[in-house]
């Protein structure tokens, strides 16, 4: 089992570009979540998802945000545009609804830099 | 408001000591306590997951205790190794319609573990 793989495992953009972050969960899985980690604020819950399917959305900072889920394997977020307060540590994690005390799996992040 | 605090923010320890970290929780309703370690650079892994009525989980050298009545949890490590230098982060979950989302992170206690 290979874990939660995230790319790129790091990004530095101009503010103003798109961002485009990755994620493949752990096989068989279906919940799927995004974090963002900061040392102010810790581990912030953005989005999850659940058999593909958004489920709730309100940590998504604004409309510059967006999360994608096509198929069971893969998952994007994307920042457009990005600004230099985005810069953060975003973290990838899945789950199985093996009941509500399976734990979470983290990928190793993408650090954002935007200057 | 739900909260999870933790102490101390960071901690120097010398190879071979014990130490104690704490986790006071404000949140409600609980359904599970969770402490993650993260290593530099990486994402979170999960070392316990307690449920209301386990008072005590050990794996390894950690040892996680739960007082569910004053809504305190203390992650015991013995026998420390440098390889305990890293965050570690006392998450708890509501019980909030099932949701897999309703989880509520502290901001960690930094371990360094000294030769």
């Known amino acids: 089992d290979a874990g939660v793989i995230q790319s790129p495992r790091h990004e530095v953009t101009e503010m103003g570009q798109e961002v485009t972050l990755r994620c493949k969960p752990i096989?068989?899985?279906?919940?799927l979540f995004w974090y963002r980690q900061t040392m102010m604020r810790g581990l912030e819950l953005l989005i999850y998802?659940?058999?593909?399917?958004?489920?709730?959305d309100s940590g998504m900072p604004e409309d510059r945000f967006s999360a994608k889920m096509p198929n069971a394997s893969f998952s994007t977020l994307k920042i457009q545009p990005s600004e230099p307060r985005d810069s953060a540590v975003y973290f990838c994690?899945?789950?199985?609804?093996?009941?509500?005390?399976?734990?979470?799996?983290f990928g190793n992040g993408t650090r954002l830099t935007v200057t | 408001k739900n909260q999870v605090e933790q102490s101390p923010q960071s901690l120097i320890i010398l190879e071979g000591k014990n130490c104690t970290l704490q986790?006071?929780?404000?949140?409600?309703?609980?359904?599970?306590l969770r402490w993650y370690k993260q290593d530099t650079g990486r994402g979170p892994v999960s070392l316990t997951i307690?449920?209301?009525?386990?008072n005590t989980k050990s794996n390894g050298r950690y040892t996680a205790t739960l007082d569910a009545d004053t809504k305190q949890s203390s992650l015991h490590i013995t026998a420390s190794q440098l390889s305990d230098s890293a965050s570690y982060i006392c998450?708890?979950?509501?019980?909030?319609?099932?949701?897999?989302?309703?989880?509520?992170f502290g901001k960690g206690t930094k371990l360094s573990v000294k030769p």
């Open positions: 994690a899945s789950t199985s609804q093996g009941g509500l005390n399976s734990p979470l799996h």
């Open positions: 096989s068989g899985h279906d919940y």
């Open positions: 998802f659940n058999n593909n399917v958004p489920i709730d």
């Open positions: 986790c006071n929780y404000t949140v409600s309703p609980f359904s599970n």
């Open positions: 307690m449920t209301f009525s386990e």
């Open positions: 998450v708890v979950k509501r019980n909030y319609g099932g949701s897999q989302g309703n989880l509520i």
